[in-house]
């Protein structure tokens, strides 16, 4: 599977690699980041729900704790007022008092315990002596055996010297056993055993409703329940609605202890498990000094779900980051690297054979750089290339001139002149003609200067041709020119009149060998020039006819015979184009016409 | 023999000319130029020391406009380059070589027209060398040995060279002697053998030509027709 991956990345352009890159290394970390956040998100809010469950916890506990000191303080302070107990004592073991005195230390000294009960929702504030037979100062001081029904009852002589909190004290107790107020259900009291004197004990209690202690037990709250585990291992403030425990056994094993009252733990605990497929979560704090847990169970579903929440909303978002970012990435990599693409492109056109192509500028630095090179590099490509032609063009010249020279025109033109007068002065004025015609017909040939004469020259050089020919030849060839003025600046390739007269003597007239005319006309027709030369001399049978005219108009290149009528047309064909050229007509013993066409040039109207 | 060549064509035009000089070189010309004053001046372009351009421009330069000679360039150049060069520097014609006879007369004679037009001296008479009783004496010979070989082909330098004589001086001289070019004579002799002979013998027209020295019998017929205002053949029938 590497392989095929491998082989698949070798294929792919720059650009698709390039981006591929910079999209793979930016959205890496951002993957893992918002992995992290999602990861983080229900862990988050588990904590936060903690922390603020937890602060209320403490808030509450401390609430409480500061209450149940207060108490303590107070109730301690009192006892330990030497001067209280010993009025309690003095009054309670002296029968005899009188009925003032004993106001008196009702209204006065007892009062002192109503410090405490004047604390709000303090419901009771008592002393229960163990003293039979003692006279009772409601509401503060009575007799112990009053309090036989209460909880603390049994244990009365077992009491901590700091003294003990009990709940539901009035659980099973008769309303109305202690008379003067009324007394309700979920009370809590505090009992501390004092001693008055070494023979008399008892113990002071204060009552208060549970609710005033610990409001939040009782509070009804959405999906949670705060509740009170007494020393005894007693629940309160169950919420029964809630269905979250009923009962100490199942709490332990919902949490998975074996046993509450011998769980240690310092400062707040939480747990976090799942209840009838809901999230709950515990928080407990333990009261050491009296073994009392207050803990809070809530339902976290909200929270949950905020959470799930929280992170689906990261996931999109972050899916949606990730795709704007792979988006974006693609075109800018796409815009900066659009440079190659054009830079490739003129390339591409260059090798195609556009020499002229120059890559426009581009926007990136580097590659314009680069792309103002290559341009310069084509520009001199160019000028090599302009300058390799111009000096093959120019040795070619040079070998020509130096052709030239070796044939030393001047030198033939000299001695031509030299011969010729040798002649002139003589009075030999034929053979002084024909060294004049075969100068001529030398200066015509060794001018290599351009490819074009004007028709006059053709002519001249086709009258010496004829002048020459006549001196060879038995019979006198004359030529009758019917050429306007005007036509004899026209310009016409070289070498086109000679050759077909060459012909025509050479095919039509050598075996008639009689003196003969050629006659030569040219004239212009709209924008062609028109040459004809006739001769009246043999001609040809139509056979010969077809095949001449198939010599003429054949493709491809003859190695023999330079210069035929085949060459001529060739070369019309080649300057002026495939409409131009040489025909041919002929009449058994009659004439033959040499047509030739090119293009008036300058000269047409 | 070119200069030789062209002295004889200048003769044969017939441009009455009162003197021909030759120079080897344009330095020479210069010398020559300033000793006297000259109507005409044909020279080559390609020539030894000094060019014909240069001898042209030191002509503009360094000669008066009434002193100064037309000038005709002949030349082996047909590059337009030199053309133009020369008929800038003012020569009145360019001929190619080899020379065309007809193209120098009409350069001559159009030369003899401007220096008429000018008011030059119509040149009546010969000027220069005398005929000294040496001179004459010379001529005399000169005349028989044409009279003797006149069915040769014969030329001006040959005859000079049986009198001892450089054919310039010979040229201008043989014309006092006789009136006429040398080329004239001859042909006037050349004629008057053929008039004989066609009345005296049956001799075909050819063979007269050729007996009498010229090589074609349409030249012949031409120039016994200029002479005689009558063709060899009607001649003979006359008589």
């Known amino acids: ?605 | 023999m070119v200069r030789y060549g062209i002295h004889v064509m200048i003769e044969n035009s017939d441009v009455p000319f009162q003197e021909i000089d030759e120079c080897r070189n344009g330095k020479e010309a210069v010398d020559y130029l300033q000793k006297n004053r000259y109507d005409l001046l044909l020279t080559d372009i390609r020539m030894p020391f000094m060019d014909g351009m240069e001898l042209s421009n030191w002509i503009q330069h360094n000669l008066e406009q009434d002193n100064r000679p037309l000038i005709i360039a002949v030349s082996g150049y047909s590059e337009f380059e030199y053309a133009k060069g020369m008929l800038e520097a003012g020569a009145i014609s360019y001929i190619l070589k080899p020379i065309d006879r007809k193209e120098i007369n009409r350069a001559l004679w159009k030369a003899e027209e401007i220096t008429r037009e000018r008011g030059g001296d119509s040149p009546a008479g010969v000027i220069g060398n005398e005929l000294t009783y040496i001179n004459r004496k010379k001529m005399q010979q000169a005349v028989d040995y044409i009279r003797k070989n006149y069915d040769r082909p014969i030329d001006m330098a040959e005859v000079s060279n049986q009198v001892s004589m450089n054919y310039t001086m010979f040229s201008s001289l043989f014309k006092q002697y006789t009136g006429m070019n040398f080329t004239t004579w001859l042909r006037k002799i050349r004629i008057e053998k053929a008039k004989r002979l066609l009345q005296n013998t049956d001799n075909k027209l050819n063979e007269v030509c050729r007996s009498v020295g010229f090589e074609d019998a349409s030249r012949f017929t031409k120039i016994f027709r200029e002479e005689t205002g009558m063709t060899p053949r009607a001649y003979r029938g006359k008589s």
């Open chain 1, 1 to 605: 599977m590497f392989v095929g991956f491998r082989r698949k990345y070798d294929n792919m352009t720059l650009f698709q690699k390039i981006r591929l890159s910079i999209q793979l290394f930016s959205v890496f970390p951002i993957i893992l980041l918002f992995i992290f956040l999602i990861l983080q998100s229900p862990v988050r809010w588990e904590q936060a729900a903690e922390e603020e469950m937890g602060n209320q916890m403490m808030e509450v506990f401390d609430a409480m704790v500061y209450k149940m000191n207060t108490i303590e303080l107070m109730t301690k302070s009192i006892f330990s007022d030497t001067w209280f107990t010993a009025e309690v004592s003095r009054v309670v073991t002296d029968n005899s008092l009188g009925e003032y005195e004993r106001l008196t230390f009702q209204k006065l000294t007892l009062s002192v315990l109503k410090t405490v009960s004047s604390i709000n929702q303090i419901q009771a504030s008592r002393l229960h002596l163990d003293y039979p037979m003692m006279r009772e100062y409601l509401p503060y001081l009575y007799r112990m055996d009053r309090a036989a029904g209460n909880l603390w009852y049994a244990e009365r002589k077992e009491l901590s010297i700091q003294g003990s909190w009990y709940f539901d004290v009035t659980d099973g107790q008769a309303k109305t056993l202690y008379s003067g107020y009324f007394v309700g259900d979920d009370m809590v009291s505090y009992v501390m055993p004092v001693k008055v004197t070494n023979e008399m004990e008892g113990v002071y209690e204060v009552v208060m409703p549970m609710m005033e202690l610990i409001p939040s037990i009782y509070e009804v709250e959405e999906d949670a329940d705060t509740i009170l585990i007494d020393s005894n291992g007693k629940l309160y403030g169950i919420d029964d609605n809630m269905g979250i425990f009923s009962d100490m056994a199942e709490l332990e094993r919902m949490l998975e202890i074996p046993s509450f009252c011998d769980y240690q733990v310092d400062g707040v605990k939480v747990w976090h498990i799942w209840k009838n497929s809901r999230p709950l979560m515990i928080v407990a704090q333990k009261h050491a000094g009296n073994d009392i847990w207050l803990i809070k169970a809530a339902f976290m579903d909200r929270q949950y779900r905020k959470g799930i929440t929280e992170a689906v909303g990261i996931l999109l978002v972050g899916g949606l980051i990730l795709g704007v970012l792979l988006w974006s990435v693609n075109g800018i990599v796409k815009k900066l690297l659009n440079d190659f693409s054009v830079f490739s492109n003129c390339v591409k056109k260059v090798g195609e054979g556009g020499l002229d192509v120059r890559i426009p500028r581009l926007r990136q630095v580097e590659i314009n750089a680069l792309a103002e090179e290559y341009n310069g590099m084509l520009e001199n490509v160019k000028k090599l290339t302009q300058d390799n032609i111009k000096r093959e063009v120019s040795i070619k010249d040079m070998q020509l001139k130096a052709l030239e020279k070796q044939i030393d025109a001047h030198f033939l033109y000299n001695v031509l002149e030299s011969v010729k007068m040798m002649a002139e002065v003589r009075g030999m004025f034929q053979v002084s003609d024909a060294l004049l015609a075969l100068g001529r017909m030398f200066r015509y040939n060794l001018e290599t200067g351009s490819h074009n004469v004007t028709l006059a020259e053709e002519i001249v050089y086709l009258e010496s041709y004829l002048q020459l020919s006549n001196i060879r030849l038995d019979y006198t060839i004359q030529l009758s020119e019917n050429i306007e003025d005007s036509v004899r600046a026209l310009k016409v390739p070289k070498m086109i009149l000679q050759p077909i007269a060459e012909n025509a003597i050479l095919y039509g007239l050598n075996e008639l060998a009689e003196d003969t005319t050629i006659y030569l006309k040219a004239y212009i027709k709209g924008r062609d020039a028109c040459i004809e030369m006739t001769d009246m001399g043999r001609g040809m049978d139509e056979n010969s006819l077809d095949a001449v005219r198939k010599k003429i108009s054949k493709r491809d290149d003859e190695k023999k015979g330079g210069i035929g009528l085949h060459n001529i047309h060739e070369r019309i064909r080649l300057m002026y184009g495939d409409r131009y050229g040489v025909r041919i007509y002929s009449k058994n013993n009659c004439y033959t016409k040499v047509s030739i066409l090119i293009s008036a040039g300058e000269l047409y109207e």
